[in-house]
């Protein structure tokens, strides 16, 4: 009776908190900067360097959106969060966004009342196993000892990758990635198990990155997307169509290079509505005109963004994959600019 | 003597031997190495077994420690240099120490600030911790809070200014009413105080410009060691007090007070101080109206003096409970009101026995500040754990740098405890 009371008086501070945040567009243009929330720490995808500016593949949809909506890159106040914050921090209004690696699952869209704008990153769990271990798919594990984060959906892929293929492991519990990377060098897990991204950023950091493989199968779909409160389909439409731009650019050869003149001397219309020298696409949203052209400048297009925070030229190394345009075999496709 | 016998004695010394040392087996390291070290065969095996486990531990570590490279770029540049030997990346301490003690968005041009406080600290301190010093020196330290805080946090100093003018009218209020009450004297300090500051919110808005003559650093622009250790100074100055307060409620005839406090203890002691932590940083924020939301430091800062001043209450109470009844009707029988009582006979009694258990408390809170790292604040072992670890730079570098974490909060807790050893002998009043 006292808890109903106690999560009833929740709910409606929650709501109203939620209605009082109802135009974040205008917020975010009253208050002059965007509050994204970020991760306290991952490699590549978001991190302060040595001089305390945030970068990485998370941060660089941030600055996107600060850009379309501020005109400014810089224009954002960061508020890194745990997995166990989150989405507090995004529900109380906190945060603007997040771009947060979240794995886009129907109980975080549905129950948990978010809008999932889109996909950046399509991750999936895999499998690390020392060379000398003599594997070379996932189901030879049968027997084997997985180091795996507890708590996290990886640990629930695992158990139905192993009943499905009828096969037996026994877990080695670990808190953290640092945990896990110490746990499966020291060798008291025969794999480590989670993200392939998080995976190939582990390696890169072994002493002898080549003696140790990613296995070939990816046991589950970890969609990774930034998102917002549900109830604010303005503020939604910002956030999604940003990323949009930023991904329709690389398919249309906008870079941050050329961004500045390709929307005048360009022939292609669809390039011109982009960065708004034609149409009025940016005013349907209650942006300037060039809220496109700023997105895409702070950071360059997707591609761009790629390669410089996670891609293959960076000690992280990761290959395109499933994040190449569609038109390359990936699932990068940006619904049309009209 | 004579010389009758002379010729019948063939030898008689005039002068005394010189003192010879000691034979070898009686002096020395070899007589200490035999009484301390090889005194029976059980002895020698032992120490032969310490020997070994130290050349073991020492074997391991010195080479990492010496080999160490303490100038390179990134943790894989590390590994060029050392180029498969073992050694140290000691490195990421000289290329993120900034970061390490003040967190990586203080403004880098403003460094001087903290670093000024914490000089300031210890001139602070040191009136409250040695009273050999001359007491005029406490008027700094009523001063420095005030100063401290405008030094971190920056701003227009009126802000300092007033609270420090309500403090001061408050006690100037107090000194004139205490000689009728106690309570009087305390409750009315306390609404003069409250009316100057409801004042002076008037007059900083009012007068309020951008010339501010230091830059305003948010919180959440905190970090590093500099956030444990504010926390830490923090919390366990406002604890004691809050802590006394508490104990002496708990023992308090009044049933409303004496509940109030037997209650606000246990809850708080039954409750762990990370679920306080959450509540803190994730709860309250539903409770706010967006944008106008409690500094998170400070809701921080509330939640772990809390936490600390009801386990301090219980030590305090340990103290009050081991005075002898005798104390309680001695000071009765002088004649002594409540407050009297306490604060002449009873607490400087109680609290003297108290000693070690509040310093105990207080070197566990201080280690216990790293727990705000749970809640995204980029304490020192934030800042490890979060930014730090997770750049592409130094992404596996974990002995250097929570060794080097280890290393800073074991001489502030060991400096804790010598001095508290210290304060013991010189209040050392019995059993001589």
């Not at chain 1, 640990?155 to 990758?161: H, M, R, S, T």
């Not at chain 1, 998080?198 to 969609?223: C, N, Q, V, Y």
């Not at chain 2, 073991?56 to 770029?73: K, M, Q």
């Not at chain 2, 490890?384 to 250097?400: F, M």
Request: charged letters at 15%; glycine letters at 10%.
């Amino acid at each position: 009776m006292k808890k109903s009371v106690i999560f009833g008086a929740l709910t409606v501070a929650g709501l109203t908190a939620g209605a009082a945040a109802a135009a974040t567009l205008d917020d975010v243009k009253a208050r002059g900067t965007l509050n994204c929330g970020v991760t306290t720490g991952l490699v590549g995808f978001a991190a302060p360097d040595a001089d305390g500016r945030w970068e990485g593949f998370d941060v660089a949809v941030c600055r996107a959106v600060a850009a379309a909506v501020l005109g400014d890159g810089d224009a954002v106040e960061f508020v890194p969060t745990t997995g166990k914050t989150r989405f507090t921090a995004l529900a109380s209004g906190e945060v603007d966004m997040l771009a947060r690696n979240t794995t886009w699952t129907f109980s975080r869209d549905v129950d948990l009342k978010f809008t999932f704008i889109g996909v950046n990153y399509y991750d999936g769990q895999g499998f690390m196993v020392p060379k000398a271990l003599g594997v070379s798919s996932a189901k030879d594990l049968d027997g084997a000892t997985v180091c795996i984060q507890t708590g996290t959906t990886t640990e629930l892929n695992l158990a139905d990758f192993f009943r499905t293929n009828n096969i037996s492991y026994e877990p080695v519990p670990v808190e953290t990635n640092a945990e896990g990377q110490q746990q499966y060098l020291a060798g008291a897990c025969d794999t480590y198990t989670t993200d392939a991204s998080g995976l190939a950023a582990t390696r890169a950091t072994f002493e002898a990155p080549g003696d140790h493989i990613l296995l070939p199968e990816i046991i589950s779909k970890e969609p990774l997307g930034p998102l917002v409160r549900h109830g604010d389909d303005e503020w939604g439409d910002v956030v999604r169509w940003t990323l949009n731009a930023l991904i329709a650019a690389e398919e249309l050869g906008v870079t941050s290079a050329n961004v500045a003149e390709i929307g005048a001397s360009s022939t292609n219309p669809e390039v011109k509505r982009l960065l708004g020298t034609e149409g009025t696409l940016g005013e349907m949203m209650g942006l300037d005109a060039d809220w496109a052209a700023n997105a895409i400048a702070v950071n360059g297009n997707y591609g761009e963004i790629f390669a410089d925070t996670i891609g293959e030229e960076t000690p992280i190394g990761l290959a395109r994959g499933l994040n190449a345009q569609w038109t390359n075999g990936g699932l990068l496709y940006a619904p049309p600019f009209r | 003597m004579s010389d009758t016998h002379a010729e019948s004695i063939p030898f008689v010394r005039e002068t005394t031997i010189p003192q010879a040392a000691p034979p070898a087996a009686e002096r020395g390291v070899y007589k200490w190495g035999r009484e301390n070290l090889f005194a029976t065969p059980g002895n020698a095996l032992l120490t032969l077994l310490a020997i070994y486990v130290i050349y073991l531990v020492l074997s391991a570590t010195l080479p990492w420690l010496l080999n160490g490279v303490w100038n390179a770029g990134s943790l894989s540049e590390c590994r060029e240099i050392l180029a498969g030997t073992r050694g140290g990346c000691f490195a990421v301490l000289v290329d993120r120490w900034e970061q390490l003690f003040f967190g990586f968005k203080y403004p880098s041009d403003q460094l001087w600030r903290p670093t000024l406080t914490l000089v300031l600290f210890f001139v602070a301190v040191a009136p409250v911790l040695f009273f050999d010093l001359p007491r005029k020196l406490l008027a700094f330290t009523a001063v420095f809070p005030f100063l401290a805080y405008w030094l971190i946090w920056g701003g227009p100093i009126l802000v300092p200014v007033m609270a420090l003018i309500g403090v001061a009218v408050g006690y100037v209020v107090y000194s004139r009413l205490v000689t009728k009450s106690f309570a009087g004297g305390f409750f009315g300090g306390i609404a003069a105080a409250v009316v100057v500051w409801f004042l002076g919110g008037y007059v900083i808005d009012a007068t309020t410009g951008p010339s501010a003559m230091l830059r305003s650093v948010p919180s959440r622009d905190l970090g590093g060691y500099m956030l444990n250790f504010m926390l830490g100074v923090t919390c366990v100055s406002l604890s004691v007090p809050i802590g006394i307060a508490l104990a002496l409620g708990r023992q308090s005839s009044m049933p409303l007070i004496k509940w109030l406090s037997v209650i606000f203890i246990e809850f708080i002691r039954g409750v762990p101080l990370i679920t306080l932590l959450f509540v803190a940083s994730v709860m309250l924020a539903y409770f706010f109206p967006p944008n106008s939301t409690v500094d998170l430091f400070l809701r921080v800062v509330i939640m772990i003096t809390m936490f600390s001043s009801a386990y301090i209450a219980e030590v305090i109470r340990g103290g009050l409970a081991a005075l002898p009844k005798g104390q309680y009707e001695a000071a009765d029988s002088l004649g002594l009101d409540y407050a009297q009582a306490m604060r002449l006979i009873i607490l400087p009694q109680a609290l003297k026995i108290s000693i070690p258990g509040i310093v105990n408390i207080a070197v566990g809170l201080f280690k216990d500040t790293t727990l705000v790292s749970v809640i995204s604040m980029f304490d020192l072992v934030g800042m490890i754990r979060g930014p730090i670890l997770a750049s592409t730079d130094w992404n596996g570098v974990y002995w250097e740098l929570l060794g080097f974490a280890a290393l800073l909060f074991f001489v502030v807790c060991y400096g804790i405890s010598q001095y508290s050893q210290w304060l013991e002998r010189r209040l050392a009043t019995d059993h001589r």
